[in-house]
Nanobody, 116 residues
Framework: QVHLVESGGGLVQPGGSLRLSCVAS????????MNWYRQAPGKEREFVAS????????NYADSVKGRFTISRDNAKNTMSLQMNSLKSEDTDMYFC?????????WGPGTQVIVSS
């Protein structure tokens, strides 16, 4: 059974940093491209960042380029999102995601609040 569990969210001041983690199980993590998405109440879920299975290619939404870094540790079945220079507009629920055979898998999310 597939499980994705995010952690690391919290309250941080503008300009601060947080590191999110996603622990995966129930599938071959090392062969699977992974993504981070985020969503605010009443808004559509939006893409944040992606990383290929070997970690050799990464993509970012324009809104987070230069501030966020996605990474993974295939030995630990873990993906991370280092978020620096956080802004109030980064306040969202952040989700770990992958797609396999046209099926989307999501974690329950972790809340990030950027506020002074």
């Amino acid at each position: 059974q597939v499980h994705l569990v995010e952690s690391g969210g919290g309250l941080v001041q503008p300009g601060g940093s947080l590191r999110l983690s996603c622990v995966a199980s129930g599938f071959t993590f090392s062969s699977t491209g992974m993504n981070w998405y985020r969503q605010a109440p009443g808004k559509e879920r939006e893409f944040v960042a992606s990383i290929f299975s070997r970690g050799d290619r990464r993509n970012y939404a324009d809104s987070v380029k230069g501030r966020f870094t996605i990474s993974r540790d295939n030995a630990k079945n873990t993906m991370s999102l280092q978020m620096n220079s956080l802004k109030s507009e980064d306040t969202d629920m952040y989700f770990c995601h992958f797609q396999l055979e046209a099926i989307d898998y999501w974690g329950p999310g972790t809340q990030v609040i950027v506020s002074s």
